[in-house]
């Protein structure tokens, strides 16, 4: 049993069945929080396609970390039942080149049933994934720089989840100038650069 568990032809299975463990063990201890989901750019062509393929295959609906341990254990459990069956047929495994890219494609659809499942049995668990567009209305803190229109500097947000985004952001009016430090509101994105109008009370006296 280990030694077919362990074969050259089987270790990819193995080790996504392995890590699967250690992802699940490290989650149910608490050491590590969710991480966002991938984004597809609007102003990619084939975004709504490659959305539409995301939420078929799952990713979205819960948290990530919760989507690739319920992937790789289907992964690895069907490549290994793969392996065994095509020994059963025809004397022998397949090679992991072939065997791998048959097994991902085929862990794909139960995964994105599960998924479907998870996020109806336990409606409070909600992915932190979200669309960027989403940012907009809340507030930013320059973190390095100066921006100024053209020329974006990087700053730091929190969406509704509290978790935080590092983004690119530079003055939607032509006489404004975004110092380090200072907040602003993000009123509008132009491709994957924000936009925003300063609160006004940065060059304020402080009465600290």
Known sequence: MFDQFFASENVIFSAALLLMLLIGAVQALGLVGDVEGAHVGDHDGDAGAAEALLAWAGIGRVPFLMWLVVF??????????????????????????????????????????????IARVFPGIETTAIDRDELIGTRATITVGTASPGNPAPAKCTDRHGQPHQIMVEPDSADQRFQTGETILLVKRDGEIFKGFSNGDFYLPRLD
């Open 72 to 117: 790789l254990a289907l992964f690895g459990t069907l490549g290994l039942g793969f392996q065994q069956l095509l020994t059963a047929l025809t004397g022998g495994p397949a090679t992991s080149l072939l065997a791998a890219p048959v097994a991902a494609v085929a862990a794909l659809p139960p995964t994105g049933a599960a998924a479907r499942v």
